[in-house]
């Protein structure tokens, strides 16, 4: 694995449907390839996933046919609270979106 720097990691979060796949990671469980969003096609899935896994943001554990996939322990370690954040602040900014548009 490359080296996780703090551009890698909020760059591979920069993307809404990587955003989407942390989120639900976020509960700290394992999960398999059918727990995540379907608005793409499996290839474009398989390419975020990619992404996510060469920054240093997820872990994934192959099972028989299966793959399992967590968020790595260790970069709550490296940058405490950033991925929080990151949830928090795209949650907040999607309330603020939704809410604008009734005004």
Do not use: W
């Amino acid at each position: 694995m490359t080296e996780v720097t703090l551009p890698r990691v909020l760059s591979a979060l920069g993307d809404p449907v990587r955003l989407q796949v942390v989120r639900v990671l976020s509960d700290g469980a394992e999960h398999l390839r059918a727990d995540f969003p379907r608005a793409v096609a499996d290839s474009t899935l398989s390419h975020h996933m990619k992404t996510l896994r060469e920054a240093g943001v997820i872990f994934s554990r192959p099972e028989g046919t299966r793959c399992y996939v967590s968020l790595r322990s260790e970069l709550d370690d490296r940058f405490p609270g950033l991925l929080r954040a990151v949830l928090d602040a795209d949650a907040n900014s999607a309330e603020a979106g939704s809410a604008s548009a009734f005004c």
